[in-house]
């Protein structure tokens, strides 16, 4: 082999090599789930949320400007169509107070705002999240009819793709056989922890 051929092979294979270390780094990125929640076993009394008597509540958590949370929107707008009547559901965004009012409704607000039986808020400084232990944009927390945690966790299977998975399966489950025992799953998405929010004063 020539010389011009030799370099042509070596950055070839650089270049393959290079390609190839990308594709890992994106799979592991992607399969890499976010810090789990730690809830508490009851639930928070100081949570502005209301409960319904007689109802199970969903709380999802979520950064407004996280595209991981994209899928947990739509894995939420599927779960709602088997679970109406069942649960009240909330999603709260996250807002910081240093940034311009309307900063959290972005088109995940408004994307949860359509799904029927959702309702939307904002989450003044994540005081909400750090009532509920969150710290990964898309975590999810159902109580039972008496305030017991159910459930915590994320209902995508990896960060931001759409598709069966365990967290939403165990949800539904849950609301249907409400005496099952809790669950969790990992949570792929955005932290929810930043300078100056409540949540990470935890």
């Not at 799953?185 to 409540?198: E, R, T």
């Amino acid at each position: 082999m020539t010389k011009r051929g030799v370099l042509f092979a070596a950055a070839g294979l650089c270049w393959g090599l290079l390609v190839a270390g990308g594709l890992t780094a994106m799979s592991t990125y992607e399969y890499r789930p976010g810090l789990a929640a730690t809830p508490p076993d009851r639930w928070p009394t100081a949570s502005r949320v209301d409960r319904t008597a007689g109802l199970a509540t969903l709380v999802m958590l979520v950064h407004p400007r996280c595209p991981c949370s994209r899928a947990s929107i739509e894995e939420l707008d599927r779960l709602m169509a088997r679970a109406q009547g069942l649960v009240t559901t909330y999603v709260l965004f996250l807002k910081p107070p240093e940034l311009p009012d309307d900063w959290e409704k972005t088109d995940l607000w408004r994307s949860a705002a359509a799904i029927p039986g959702v309702h939307v808020m904002r989450d003044d400084d994540g005081a909400e999240a750090a009532r509920f232990g969150a710290l990964t944009s898309g975590q999810v927390v159902l109580y039972d009819t008496e305030g017991r945690l159910l459930f915590s966790g994320g209902i995508t299977a990896s960060r931001g793709h759409s598709g069966d998975n365990e967290g939403r399966s165990a949800i539904i489950a849950l609301l249907a056989h409400p005496g099952r025992t809790r669950h969790g799953s990992p949570v792929f998405g955005c932290s929810l922890v930043g300078p100056g929010s409540a949540a990470a004063a935890r």
